[in-house]
C-alpha cells in the first residue's frame, strides 16, 4: 500500500468508527469549482491581499473598491458550480452523526444540498446596512450580478450596503461560534481546503484534539495545521474526500434518476 492508501484507510475507519465526524472546510474546497482561494499566487486580487480589502477599515476608506472586489468575485462565483468535494460533503452531512463548519461565503455547500451547515464568515450572497439602520441591520439576499449599483444602497434608509460578512477585526455571529464549538465535540474532526491561520475558525481543531478527537486533514500544501493533527493528507480534496467515500464502501454520487419514459 502507498502511504497515501494508508492514511485514506485510516481516516476512513476513524470515521466509520465514529459516532460525531465534524467537518470545517475552507476555500480549498471551491478550489476545483473555480472560486480563487485567499491565498497563495492566485489568491490575489490587483495588488490587493484579502487582509487589505476585507476589513471594515477598508470599506470605510474606498468603498467603492471594496465593492468592486466582491462584485468581481460574486461574478465569478456565479459561474462555478459544485465540485465532488463538495457533494460528498453533503451526501455525508445527511447523517445526524455529521456536522459542517465553513468559512467559504461562497455557498457552494448550500448549493450542494449540505444539511445543518454553520457558515462562520457569512454569505457573499447577502447584504447588510453599513449604518446598521433599524431595518437594515438584518441580512437580506441579493444575487443579483452584477448589482444594480455598485455600491449597492439600503433599500431601507439609502444609505451604503456591505457584503453580510465577516471582515478581519469583527465578532463572527455568537450562534454561529456556539454551533462551531459544539462541533467540536466529536470523534473525528476534519479539517479541509484551509490554510488554518484565520482565527477562531483555525482553533477549532485544536479545540477538538483537546477534548479527545481523531484530527485529520486534507489540503493541497502543508499549513500550520498539518503538524497538529493526527493524519495529514495533501492533495485536492476533489479527489482525496471521493477517495474516502470509496473506502467507506457508499455509492460516490447520488444515484441518477431514471429518465422519465
Ligand atoms: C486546496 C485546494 C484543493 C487549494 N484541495 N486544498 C488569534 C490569533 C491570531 C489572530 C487572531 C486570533 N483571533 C482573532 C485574530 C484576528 C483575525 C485573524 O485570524 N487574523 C489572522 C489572519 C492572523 N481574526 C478575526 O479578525 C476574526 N474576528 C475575530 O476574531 O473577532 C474577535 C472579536 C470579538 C469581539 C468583538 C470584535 C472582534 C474574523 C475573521 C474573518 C475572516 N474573514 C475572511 C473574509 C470573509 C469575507 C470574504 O470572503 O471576503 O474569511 S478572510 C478569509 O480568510 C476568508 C476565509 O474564510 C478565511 C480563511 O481562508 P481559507 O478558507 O483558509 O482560505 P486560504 O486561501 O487561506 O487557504 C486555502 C487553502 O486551500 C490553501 O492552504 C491551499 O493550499 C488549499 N487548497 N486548492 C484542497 N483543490
Ligand atoms: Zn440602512
Known sequence: MTILADALSIVAERIRRASRLTILTGAGVSAASGVPTFRGAHGLWRQFRAEDLATPAAFARD??????WYA????QIAACQPNPAHDVIARWSGSDKVAVVTQNVDDLHVRAGTRGLVRLH?????????????SGAARWRDDRVPPPELPPRCPHCGGLARPGVVWFGEPLGAHDVEAAVQATACDV???????AVVYPAAGLMHQAKASGAFTAEINQEPTPASAIVDVAIQGGAEHILPALDDRLGQPRVPTPKPYPS
Request: glycine share 6%; proline share 3%.
Open 122 to 134: 457569512g454569505s457573499i450572497w447577502e447584504l447588510l446596512c453599513a449604518d446598521r439602520c433599524a
Open 72 to 75: 468581481w468575485r460574486r461574478e
Open 63 to 68: 468603498p467603492r473598491l471594496v465593492w468592486e
Open 189 to 195: 474532526f476534519l479539517t479541509v481546503g484551509t490554510s
